[in-house]
Structure formats: structure tokens, C-alpha cells
């Protein structure tokens, strides 16, 4: 038998890239590649890659210049860029970095074993088409292993909303929604493979509308009910959604579908209504607050995430006291705030540009008031009893892992408790960014 070739992956950006690596990484296998943690030993290296902020893609740059030493000691490894940076920069990337072999954009993973055979033939393989098909269904995997207690599962990709200051347009190309029998068969699957809990992944995922199983357009409310129906699943979430395709069945949901959990990530990146209107949201902070309250209605506990963006182009302190207010009227269980970062090819890029620094000590403000919102919401927990689904050995003897269904970290005392449990706690402590819970 000849040697397993090795594969490492390095993933970064948004859960869909976790998703695909996934993927990728099963595609492989098919080519003799098995995964390894580290690239000194690797045949094959592949970053998956970021391009929503400067950072992100800056750093794909910074960690290839870190292989060079690899690459001429061994010329056979091959070293491949996946991802948004490599949809967004093509054959550039091999310009600015000659040791690349491989490019290939996320619309085209199931390509990858043809790429891969082309670059070990010495050739420079190269893909950011944006074909028709269903790129995971022509992703063919190997027999299934067994897998831990949650999963990502993609719906949806790309997006139609042309935010002023966003890539994902550019780098996942226009709406799909994968059909949705495919997407219950590899939930099944996923189950049978141990999954307890799925995550359903999507650029826009409430704004699912796959083709049904019996023909007409499913929405994503009516997926989840399908999905609700899988023994053996005991948990639905879904990411990232927009506030405008938060449709009344899929509120109603999170009042009546009992598997799906108290907890949604909502970004409306900005209070000010000026700016809403400039980042082309189509939504006011108004809008959204009626959302917020709809479905507080529905679900009264439901822990609420959210993005921010602060120093949009032109925003004032006004505008930036107009987004406090919005998190004060909120109140976060979690949330992620970024500095607007120019991208090129953006309208926004083109305006008038918000001081770095004023950014910075905007966010440093914005950070305290949702850092506090969040340790609030987290020590409100403490006495109450949750279900947390184990997923992991903790640090101490005996100590287990898990996540309650407001998606908080929880560990216990339970050396007899197995991964993929799913037992009832009582919180005792709230610590920095988790809790402490006795089993009941
Ligand atoms: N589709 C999702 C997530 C998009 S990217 C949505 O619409 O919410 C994740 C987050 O990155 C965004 O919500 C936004 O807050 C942030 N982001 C996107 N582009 C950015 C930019 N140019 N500068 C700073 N943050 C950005
Ligand atoms: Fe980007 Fe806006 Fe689309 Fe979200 S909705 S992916 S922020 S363009
Ligand atoms: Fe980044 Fe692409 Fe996701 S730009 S956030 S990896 S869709």
C-alpha cells in the first residue's frame, strides 16, 4: 500500500470556511490525503482564506511567507490558497507569492482534486469560476467517520445585498440555496455519524428559499420544521441572518420548534439611520427594533447576538451615540464589533474616510458598553438550571465541556457524563467567558 499523502488546513474567516474545509478535507481523502495538525510534515498546504477586513487578507500574505523555508527544502509540498482572498485576487496571489501552486475560489472546491492532480504535475492550477452546480454535491467524501456532537451543515451561499462596505458579494457570488432534500439527507447522515446539534450556515440564511422536497420553494422556516422531525437531533441553530428576511414563521419557530434554540445572531452594524442608509442596510435601527421585540414576544428569553461596524465613512459622534443607544435598548448576550475597514472595489471605499483613531476610540467605547451587556446577561444565569450537550473533556480530572442552548460555555463535575450527552445543570458561577454548573 502506498503512503498517505498529508494534507494541512488552515482555516480562517466566518463558520462557512469551517464548513468547507470540511469538505475539502473529505474531498481529499478520495485523493489519498489525510489530515495532519501540523505543516512540517504536510504534502499539501492549504489555506483557507479571509477578505472581509485588511487584517484578514493581509495575514494569508504574512503566513505564506512563513513556508518558504519548507517549500525549498522540499519542493514537492504544494501550497494552495482557497478561500475569498483567493476569489477576490486570482492569479495575483501567485504573482505576489511565485511559491503558490494552486488558487482556487470557494464556488469551485469540487474541482480541487483535478487542481491538485494538475499542480503535482509542476503545472500552476487556478479556478474562481462561479459555476451552476452544486459544489458540495459533487464534493464526493469518503465513508463516513464518526464526528462530535455538533456539526455545520451549509444551506445558503452568497448574497444579493451589496452592503457598502462588504467583499461577500464579490467573493461568494449571487444567492443560492442548496435544495432541500440534499440538505435533510446529510442532516440524517450527520446524525447517524453522532451529531446532536446542527448549525445551519448560510451568507444570508434566513433568506433560504431552496427547491422543496416536494417541488415548491421551501423558506428557511419551513426547513427547520423538516428538520425538526430527525430523531436523534436535538438541536437546531442557524447564521448569519439579516434583519429584513426575519419573517414572521421563522419568529414563530423560535416560539413553537422546540429543538430550536433560544439564541440569534442579528447584525444591524450601525444605530444611526444616516449610515443604515449610506451601508445600503435597507433596514432602520426602528425596523430592527420592532424584529428584536417580535421576537422577544415569541421567545422571551432568546439571547440576541449582534455586528457592528463603527467609523463607517462620515459617521459622527452623533451617528456613533445613535448605535449606543441602539445596544443600550438591545442589551447583547454576545456580540462582535469591528473598525470599518476600507475594502477595495466597495462604494464605501470611495467616501469620506472616519480618522483611525476617532475609529479606535469609538470601538474601545462600543466594546465596554456590549462587554458589560454580555457579563450581565452571563451572571443573570447563575442559580438557574439549563441543558447544556457535552461536547468535549474539560482541563480538570472528571471535568466535561459543554454548551448551554443560550450557547454559553459550561463545565462540570461529571466524570460519568459521555460526549454528545445532553443532561440538565444548575448554574453556580459565572467566570469570565464561561459558567460553572453542578449536574443535576
Ligand atoms: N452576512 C452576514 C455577515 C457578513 S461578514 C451579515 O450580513 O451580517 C461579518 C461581519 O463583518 C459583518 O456583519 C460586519 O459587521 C463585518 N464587516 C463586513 N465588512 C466589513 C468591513 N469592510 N469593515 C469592517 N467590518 C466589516
Ligand atoms: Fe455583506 Fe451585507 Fe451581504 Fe451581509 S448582507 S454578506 S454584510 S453584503
Ligand atoms: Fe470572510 Fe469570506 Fe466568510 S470574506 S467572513 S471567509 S464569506
Known amino acids: ?6 494534507l494541512f488546513i488552515k482555516t480562517y474567516g466566518c463558520q ?4 468547507d474545509s470540511e469538505r475539502m478535507a473529505e474531498a481529499m481523502g478520495g485523493q489519498g490525503y489525510v ?6 510534515d504536510a504534502d499539501m498546504i492549504l489555506l483557507n482564506t479571509c477578505h472581509i477586513r485588511e487584517k484578514a487578507a493581509e495575514k494569508v500574505y504574512s503566513e505564506l511567507g512563513r513556508y518558504k523555508g519548507l517549500k525549498s527544502e522540499r519542493p514537492d509540498l504544494k501550497i494552495g490558497v482557497a478561500g475569498c482572498v483567493a476569489q477576490a485576487e486570482g492569479e495575483e496571489i501567485m504573482r505576489r507569492q511565485p511559491m503558490v501552486d494552486l488558487v482556487v475560489g470557494p464556488q469551485s472546491y469540487h474541482r480541487l482534486p483535478e487542481l491538485e492532480a494538475k499542480a503535482r504535475g509542476g503545472e500552476k492550477a487556478l479556478d474562481t469560476d462561479f459555476p451552476e452546480e452544486d459544489k458540495f454535491e459533487r464534493l464526493k467524501s469518503r465513508p463516513k467517520a464518526k464526528r462530535g456532537p455538533t456539526a455545520f451543515l451549509t444551506v445558503q451561499e452568497g448574497c444579493d445585498k451589496f452592503c457598502a462596505f462588504c467583499v461577500v458579494p464579490y467573493t461568494r457570488g449571487a444567492e443560492v440555496s442548496r435544495p432541500a432534500a440534499r440538505i435533510l439527507r446529510e442532516a440524517q447522515e450527520l446524525v447517524e455519524r453522532g451529531v446532536r446539534e446542527i448549525t445551519l450556515l448560510g451568507q444570508n440564511v434566513n433568506a433560504y428559499h431552496g427547491e422543496g422536497v416536494a417541488g415548491a420553494r421551501w423558506s428557511l422556516a419551513r426547513l427547520i420544521w423538516a428538520l425538526d422531525e430527525i430523531d436523534g437531533l436535538e438541536r437546531i441553530r442557524f447564521t448569519t441572518s439579516h434583519p429584513n428576511d426575519m419573517s414572521d414563521p421563522l419568529i414563530e419557530a423560535h416560539a413553537d420548534c422546540k429543538k430550536l434554540m433560544p439564541y440569534l445572531h442579528l447584525p444591524v452594524q450601525s444605530g444611526s439611520d444616516k449610515i443604515l442608509k449610506r451601508m445600503n442596510r435597507a433596514h432602520t435601527a426602528e425596523s430592527y427594533l420592532r424584529v428584536i421585540e417580535k421576537l422577544r414576544k415569541a421567545r422571551p428569553d432568546i ?4 455586528d457592528f461596524i463603527v467609523g463607517f465613512p462620515e459617521e459622527t459622534e452623533e451617528d456613533f451615540q445613535a448605535t449606543m443607544d441602539l445596544v443600550r435598548a438591545v442589551e447583547y448576550g454576545q456580540a462582535y464589533s469591528f473598525k470599518y475597514s476600507t475594502r477595495p472595489g466597495t462604494p464605501a471605499a470611495e467616501r469620506p474616510q472616519v480618522e483611525e483613531a476617532v475609529k479606535t476610540e469609538r470601538l474601545h467605547r462600543l466594546q465596554d458598553l456590549l462587554w458589560s451587556q454580555q457579563r450581565g446577561l452571563q451572571k443573570r444565569m447563575v442559580g438557574r438550571e439549563v441543558s447544556v450537550l457535552f461536547e468535549k473533556a474539560g482541563r480538570d480530572a472528571g471535568q466535561m465541556v459543554g454548551k448551554s442552548e443560550h450557547l454559553h460555555a459550561v463545565h462540570a463535575y461529571a466524570p460519568d457524563v459521555e460526549i454528545g450527552e445532553l443532561r440538565q445543570v444548575r448554574i453556580v458561577e459565572s467566570l469570565t467567558n464561561s459558567l460553572t454548573g453542578e449536574l443535576l
Open 35 to 40: 489530515q495532519t495538525d501540523s505543516p512540517d
Open 1 to 6: 500500500m502506498t503512503q498517505p499523502k498529508k
Open 16 to 19: 462557512m470556511n469551517v464548513y
Open 303 to 306: 439571547l440576541l447576538s449582534g
